[in-house]
T-cell receptor, first 117, second 110 residues
Framework: GAVVSQHPSWVICKSGTSVKIECRSL??????MFWYRQFPKQSLMLMAT?????????EQGVEKDKFLINHASLTLSTLTVTSAHPEDSSFYIC?????????????FGPGTRLTVL | GENVEQHPSTLSVQEGDSAVIKCTYS??????FPWYKQELGKRPQLIID?????GEKKDQRIAVTLNKTAKHFSLHITETQPEDSAVYFC?????????FGKGTRLSVIA
């Protein structure tokens, strides 16, 4: 149990376009999902916390108008990178916490590698 | 907010030797300390975790110790094998999103 998927696994796009990344909890309901960004040889940096039915909470320095997060259901959160630029190229990973469990265990998706040309 | 420091940033050991990675945290309210292993291009995989009501936890060759007074916790891998080579991240949280350390690149030399 506790499987998290992401789609797509990789995407290449032109500068100025928007890219949507989906994060799904396949076999459990997730109260909260998190979006991280990881640059090469660096750690995971939290971008935002996504709660079903409410607005996402963004970390300091993360532009909410550029990184749009929608958590429409207990199994799906989406991250849209708007007007992507080469500096947005990174590995984007989501994670989820299970509903009804008093645990902090986060289950990670496989990640999406974004390359902006 | 929470700040997690992790050392060393790189670690090379001979196969069969032990490896130790140390982390310190700043928020005394943190009560959950997981360790993740990440191979290149893949998702972080939880390998062991410990909560603040426990001082030590062991799972086969992997153990984690926690010193709440000093606010530090450590990962111990015994009898290392080449497949243990990866980047290891510690993290801490207090009912909030995980805050990660910067990672340790472990190389196990056969």
């Amino acid at each position: 149990g506790a499987v998290v998927s992401q789609h797509p696994s990789w995407v290449i796009c032109k500068s100025g376009t928007s890219v949507k990344i989906e994060c799904r909890s396949l076999d459990f309901q997730a109260t909260t999902m998190f979006w991280y960004r990881q640059f090469p040889k660096q750690s995971l940096m939290l971008m935002a916390t996504s709660n079903e039915g409410s607005k996402a909470t963004y970390e300091q320095g993360v532009e909410k108008d550029k990184f749009l997060i929608n958590h429409a259901s207990l199994t799906l959160s989406t991250l849209t990178v708007t007007s992507a630029h080469p500096e947005d190229s990174s590995f984007y990973i989501c994670s989820a916490i299970r509903l009804a469990l008093s645990t902090d265990t986060q289950y990670f998706g496989p990640g999406t590698r974004l390359t902006v040309l | 907010g929470e700040n997690v420091e992790q050392h060393p940033s790189t670690l090379s050991v001979q196969e069969g030797d032990s490896a130790v990675i140390k982390c310190t945290y700043s928020d005394s309210a943190s009560n959950y300390f997981p360790w993740y292993k990440q191979e290149l291009g893949k998702r972080p995989q939880l390998i062991i975790d410990i909560r603040s009501n426990v001082g030590e936890k062991k799972d086969q060759r992997i153990a984690v110790t926690l010193n709440k007074t000093a606010k530090h916790f450590s990962l111990h891998i015994t009898e290392t094998q080449p497949e243990d080579s990866a980047v290891y991240f510690c993290a801490a949280s207090a009912n909030t999103p995980l805050v990660f350390g910067k990672g340790t690149r472990l190389s196990v030399i056969a």
